[in-house]
T-cell receptor, first 116, second 113 residues
């Protein structure tokens, strides 16, 4: 079946540090991959996405590349800010999967805290 | 503003109460979803509606009853809940059921006492 595994948090960084949050997936066929972000007290917002192998999604300085050979979609940012403190969710959507066709499947989330 | 609005933002209810959560989207989307977010657990998909028809119920207890009167509105009716049902309930919508991108509301923080 389909599943998403992302690194356990929390992750604590100083401002301007480099961020990597690892995400790997299991899926049949060719899923679309997403990163969502949840700021305190809010719902989830789409951060970036990639729909096919080797695509790079990017937004607000964050990037992630769809790596089919390693089934990964790691999130990176070169210089984090205090305002990036949030919970980050990796997710996939797979039209090829029968019963849950097209539904978003989420990882457990990684909490990021950025200190000034 | 995500285009998906949930009310109320916070709700405290007793185990014998009946209440409803409301979700509204004006994005022209055809699919709507209810998710449950509990501490230290992955997001749990509860119900999926596509063109007002329920297409998925992920073994949700009958004390949760969804209703989708039209493609823009989704309700979650609650009755005789348990304290373990306390969670953040998130509504989402997408253009179609084959999700390329889903838009989420801010959620309703539910506390069952």
């Amino acid at each position: 079946g389909n599943s998403v595994t992302q690194m356990e948090g929390p992750v604590t960084l100083s401002e301007e540090a480099f961020l990597t949050i690892n995400c790997t997936y299991t899926a049949t066929g060719y899923p679309s991959l997403f990163w969502y972000v949840q700021y305190p007290g809010e719902g989830l917002q789409l951060l970036l996405k990639a729909t096919k192998a080797d695509d790079k999604g990017s937004n607000k300085g964050f990037e992630a590349t769809y790596r089919k050979e390693t089934t990964s979609f790691h999130l990176e940012k070169g210089s984090v800010q205090v305002s990036d403190s949030a919970v980050y969710f990796c997710a996939l959507s797979n039209m090829a999967y029968g019963g849950s066709q097209g539904n978003l499947i989420f990882g457990k989330g990684t909490k990021l805290s950025v200190k000034p | 503003e995500t285009g998906v609005t949930q009310t109320p933002r916070h709700l405290v209810m007793g185990m014998t109460n009946k209440k409803s959560l409301k979700c509204e989207q004006h994005l022209g989307h055809n699919a709507m979803y209810w998710y449950k977010q509990s501490a230290k657990k992955p997001l749990e998909l509860m119900f999926v509606y596509n063109f007002k028809e329920q297409t998925e119920n992920n073994s949700v207890p009958s004390r949760f009853s969804p209703e989708c009167p039209n493609s823009s509105h989704l309700f979650l009716h609650l009755h005789t809940l348990q304290p373990e049902d306390s969670a953040l309930y998130l509504c989402a919508s997408s253009q179609d059921r084959g999700v390329t991108e889903a838009f989420f509301g801010q959620g309703t923080r539910l506390t069952v006492v």
